[in-house]
C-alpha cells in the first residue's frame, strides 16, 4: 500500500468510527482528503481503534513526516550555553523530547485543522497520544477528584508515538486575563523550569520548546522570551551538564527576532 493508498483507506475508516460523519462526501483531491482525515482525528474522542486502522495510521504518519523532513540536532547551530533556535514545524525535530502548550484539560485540540501547536503534535503523533492523556487524566481524576484539571506550570510526560521525538512534555502555561502580573511571570517561568526538572528525571538530554503562553494565552511576545531565555539560562547554569542542547522553537519571525536578542544581544 502507497502513502495514496493509506490516505484514501484511513479517510474511510474515519468516517466510519466516526458516525455523525460517516456520510461526508469524500474529496477527490489529495489535499482535500488530507484535510478530511485531519479534521476527523482532531475531534475524535479517545477510544479503541482497529488495531489495521492504526498499523496504516502510523505508516501514512511515518510517510508524511519523512516528507516534511526530519530535522536532527546536527542540522541546528548552537547559538550559546548549548542552547539554540529554531524556527519551524516542531513535529520534524528529532530530539529526546518536545514541548506542547497544552490546555487544562490535556486532551488536545478538538477544533478541526486548528494551526496551534497542540493540535499539529496530536495530528501527527496519532491518535494514541490522545488515549493516553485520556487514560493519564482518567489516573489523576481517580486521585484528585472527577473534576481535577492539570494545574498550571505541571508537566505531563507522554510517549511520542509516530513523531521523530522520542517524548512529549504536555505543560499548561498562564493566561493573561487582564493584564501582566509578577505572579503570571513566575508561572511561566515554573514551565521551564519545571520542564527541565523532568527532563532531567527522566534522562532526556535534549528538549525543543514552543514559546509558552503566548498566542491564544495573550502572554506578550518579548516579555515571554525574556522569562523563557534567563530561565534556561540559569537553570543550565546549576545544572552542568545534564543537557545536551535546550532548542527555542519559534514560528513567527516576531519571536525569531527575540529570541535571536535575548541570546545575541543580552
Not at 16 to 23: L, R, V
Not at 157 to 178: F, S, W
Amino acid at each position: 500500500m502507497d502513502q495514496k493508498e493509506r490516505l484514501s483507506f484511513l479517510v474511510e475508516a474515519f468516517k466510519e468510527d466516526s458516525k455523525e460523519y460517516k456520510d461526508i462526501n469524500t474529496p477527490a483531491d489529495d489535499e482535500g482528503k488530507r484535510e478530511i482525515l485531519r479534521s476527523l482525528m482532531n475531534i475524535r474522542m479517545p477510544r479503541e481503534l482497529p488495531s489495521e486502522v492504526i498499523k496504516i495510521q502510523d505508516e501514512y504518519l511515518k510517510g508524511r513526516i519523512a516528507e516534511n523532513g526530519v530535522v536532527k540536532l546536527s542540522d541546528i547551530p548552537v547559538v550559546r550555553d548549548d542552547i539554540s533556535i529554531w524556527q519551524g514545524d516542531i513535529t520534524r525535530l528529532e530530539v529526546d523530547s518536545i514541548v506542547n502548550a497544552a490546555n487544562s484539560q490535556m486532551l488536545g485540540c478538538f477544533v478541526p485543522m486548528h494551526t496551534c501547536i497542540d493540535n499539529c503534535i496530536h495530528t501527527f503523533a496519532g491518535v494514541q497520544l490522545r488515549a493516553e492523556c485520556d487514560r493519564k487524566m482518567r489516573d489523576l481524576r481517580a486521585m484528585h477528584g472527577a473534576r481535577y484539571e492539570q494545574p498550571t506550570a505541571v508537566p505531563m510526560l507522554t510517549d511520542a508515538y509516530n513523531l521523530p521525538c522520542r517524548k512529549v512534555i504536555h505543560i499548561v502555561g498562564p493566561i493573561v486575563e487582564y493584564k501582566l502580573t509578577p505572579a503570571l511571570e513566575k508561572d511561566l517561568a515554573d514551565c521551564y523550569r519545571n520542564t527541565l526538572d523532568m527532563c532531567k528525571e527522566n534522562s532526556l538530554r535534549s528538549v525543543a520548546f514552543c514559546c509558552i503562553s503566548t498566542g491564544v494565552f495573550r502572554f506578550p511576545n518579548d516579555r515571554a522570551a525574556e522569562i523563557a531565555v534567563e530561565t534556561v539560562s540559569n537553570w543550565i547554569s546549576e545544572n552542568p551538564g545534564v543537557m545536551d542542547r535546550v532548542v527555542f522553537n519559534v514560528f513567527k519571525d516576531l519571536d525569531l527576532k527575540l529570541y535571536e536578542k535575548e541570546l545575541r544581544y543580552e
